[in-house]
């Protein structure tokens, strides 16, 4: 280091200590071993519908768009029996108290209440004769309805270029309501998805069975005691385990060895770090409180020894509770066609208990 006068900067010099060719061989060796990283396994798709804290109806210039993919809402319809089988259970329910109407068939109406259910928004269509008499409503499918800018029109659209507009005021549009927009309806159950979805910790292990080459273990022989025929006798000891002699013991005797000099390591056997059963559980409770279903009504086998109580005391108080007001929303559609084309008959057990 030097300093130079009236100068108040530094110069430092560094001097690198010389390389010896043993250094030089060591370094080169060091670099002759690469750490080497890979992946495996399918990628996880990220689904829109996890942005439910952005939704908005953008408008395209045409129609507007719904808040959340209705393919995700399709797509997890199915993803858990619970999930799936709470909402075909009001669904039963409310076909099965329905009186058709020449007007507004059942098949049409469970279509409807169907669509209602999975998506909170539900469409029949008005088709008119010539004359203008009015004629059978028919279903228009929720998935691929979009709202139009001015009121009363509406579009079936399902993929590019493949769009339909309805005559203006011809479609009947009920809606579940929603606390970020008045465009589209939103189903109840949107807090219970993450729960549907992790019923699908059940892909693992039906991959798993599906895989069909499972490695099974290796064994790991250290030991320098053991001798090669001393090997070559255990492996034959191990086949000889398949078929009439499976389900055997093995001994081996090995004098003066040490305990880790044989390993068992298994490969195809993955502990998992969470409860597969109680993964289960927590989403079937999450998606019956969503739904407000009691769970002797899907089918549920009881593990506790107090069971589900009384059957249809659980019925009449869910009817009471969730199917007589799901009956008056459908009830809309009277106002709307200015005559009486849905009406319910209540069984007279159930009518008693309601």
Same mark, same amino acid.
Request: proline residues 6%; without cysteine; glycine residues 8%.
């Given at each position: 280091?030097?300093?130079?006068?009236?100068?108040?900067?530094?110069?430092?010099?560094?001097?690198?200590?010389?390389?010896?060719?043993?250094?030089?061989?060591?370094?080169?060796?060091?670099?002759?071993?690469?750490?080497?990283?890979?992946?495996?396994?399918?990628?996880?798709?990220?689904?829109?519908?996890?942005?439910?804290?952005?939704?908005?109806?953008?408008?395209?210039?045409?129609?507007?768009?719904?808040?959340?993919?209705?393919?995700?809402?399709?797509?997890?319809?199915?993803?858990?029996?619970?999930?799936?089988?709470?909402?075909?259970?009001?669904?039963?329910?409310?076909?099965?108290?329905?009186?058709?109407?020449?007007?507004?068939?059942?098949?049409?109406? @469970?279509?409807? %209440?169907?669509? #209602? /259910?999975?998506?909170?928004? =539900?469409? !029949?269509?008005?088709?008119? *004769?010539?004359?203008? +008499?009015?004629?059978?409503?028919?279903?228009?499918?929720?998935?691929?309805?979009?709202?139009?800018?001015?009121?009363?029109?509406?579009?079936?659209?399902?993929?590019?270029?493949?769009?339909?507009?309805?005559?203006?005021?011809?479609?009947?549009?009920?809606?579940?309501?929603?606390?970020?927009?008045?465009?589209?309806?939103?189903?109840?159950?949107?807090?219970?998805?993450?729960?549907?979805?992790?019923?699908?910790?059940?892909?693992?292990?039906?991959?798993?069975?599906?895989? @069909?080459?499972? %490695?099974?273990? #290796? /064994?790991?022989?250290?030991? =320098?005691? !053991?001798?090669?025929?001393? *090997?070559?006798?255990? +492996?034959?000891?191990?086949?000889?385990?398949?078929?009439?002699?499976?389900?055997?013991?093995?001994?081996?005797?090995?004098?003066?060895?040490?305990?880790?000099?044989?390993?068992?390591?298994?490969?195809?056997?993955?502990?998992?770090?969470?409860?597969?059963?109680?993964?289960?559980?927590?989403?079937?409770?999450?998606?019956?409180?969503?739904?407000?279903?009691?769970?002797?009504?899907?089918?549920?086998?009881?593990?506790?020894?107090?069971?589900?109580?009384?059957?249809?005391?659980?019925?009449?108080?869910?009817?009471?509770?969730?199917?007589?007001?799901?009956?008056?929303?459908?009830?809309?559609?009277?106002?709307?066609?200015?005559?009486?084309?849905?009406?319910?008959?209540?069984?007279?057990?159930?009518?008693?208990?309601?």
């Amino acid at each position: 280091m030097s300093k130079r006068k009236g100068n108040t900067s530094h110069q430092l010099t560094l001097t690198a200590p010389a390389v010896t060719p043993v250094a030089t061989e060591l370094m080169t060796q060091r670099d002759v071993g690469s750490v080497n990283a890979f992946s495996f396994g399918d990628p996880e798709p990220v689904a829109r519908i996890q942005l439910v804290d952005y939704v908005e109806s953008m408008f395209n210039g045409r129609w507007y768009e719904p808040p959340l993919p209705w393919e995700g809402l399709a797509s997890a319809f199915r993803a858990s029996p619970h999930h799936g089988s709470a909402i075909f259970l009001k669904r039963n329910l409310l076909k099965a108290m329905f009186v058709p109407h020449p007007r507004l068939s059942s098949a049409t109406f @469970g279509a409807m %209440a169907l669509d #209602f /259910l999975v998506f909170g928004n =539900a469409y !029949v269509e008005q088709p008119r *004769a010539y004359t203008g +008499r009015a004629l059978q409503l028919r279903h228009a499918l929720a998935k691929f309805t979009r709202r139009g800018q001015e009121p009363g029109t509406y579009f079936f659209v399902r993929g590019w270029l493949q769009e339909h507009e309805f005559e203006p005021g011809s479609l009947f549009h009920l809606r579940e309501d929603d606390v970020n927009q008045e465009i589209y309806g939103l189903p109840e159950y949107i807090s219970a998805l993450q729960s549907a979805w992790l019923n699908k910790a059940a892909m693992f292990r039906r991959k798993y069975y599906a895989n @069909g080459s499972h %490695a099974g273990f #290796f /064994l790991y022989l250290s030991d =320098a005691q !053991v001798s090669t025929a001393d *090997a070559d006798a255990l +492996r034959e000891a191990l086949k000889g385990a398949k078929g009439p002699g499976n389900f055997r013991n093995l001994f081996l005797h090995a004098p003066g060895g040490k305990a880790d000099g044989l390993k068992l390591i298994p490969v195809s056997e993955v502990a998992a770090k969470d409860d597969f059963a109680a993964i289960k559980n927590v989403s079937k409770d999450d998606a019956l409180a969503a739904h407000r279903v009691p769970p002797g009504l899907l089918g549920i086998v009881h593990t506790n020894a107090g069971g589900f109580g009384n059957a249809p005391d659980a019925l009449a108080v869910f009817v009471e509770n969730e199917i007589l007001p799901l009956m008056q929303r459908f009830r809309e559609l009277n106002d709307w066609a200015g005559e009486e084309l849905v009406l319910f008959v209540m069984p007279q057990r159930l009518a008693k208990a309601a």
